[in-house]
Nanobody, 125 residues
Framework: QVQLVESGGGLVQAGGSLRLSCAASGRTFSIYAMGWFRQAPGKEREFVAGIGWSGGSTNYADSVKGRFTISRDNAKNAMYLQMNSLKSEDTAVYYC??????????????????WGRGTLVTVSS
């Protein structure tokens, strides 16, 4: 069974940090771009950060640039999101996603093949 499982969410004060992890199982994800998306209450799911299959390319939403860092460890079939200087507007459920296109340098929402179930991040002001 192919699945992605997020962990690391929780409650943090504004200005604090969290590190999210995404563990992949069922098949290797090392040749696929992956990314993080989030959905705040009452809002649509939005792109946060993406990383190419080799880890050599990354891209971020403007709202998190300079504060969040995405990374991956293909040997461990895992992906991470380091979130610093958190703001109340970062409160959301964060989802891990894997693209279906082999050897892609970016993740496209229309090409997401597998979604995780999400982990809740709550930032108190």
């Amino acid at each position: 069974q192919v699945q992605l499982v997020e962990s690391g969410g929780g409650l943090v004060q504004a200005g604090g940090s969290l590190r999210l992890s995404c563990a992949a199982s069922g098949r290797t994800f090392s040749i696929y771009a992956m990314g993080w998306f989030r959905q705040a209450p009452g809002k649509e799911r939005e792109f946060v950060a993406g990383i190419g299959w080799s880890g050599g390319s990354t891209n971020y939403a403007d709202s998190v640039k300079g504060r969040f860092t995405i990374s991956r460890d293909n040997a461990k079939n895992a992906m991470y999101l380091q979130m610093n200087s958190l703001k109340s507007e970062d409160t959301a459920v964060y989802y891990c996603a894997a693209d279906r296109r082999p050897y892609s340098d970016y993740v496209g929402v229309r090409y997401v093949e597998v979604w995780g179930r999400g982990t809740l991040v709550t930032v108190s002001s």
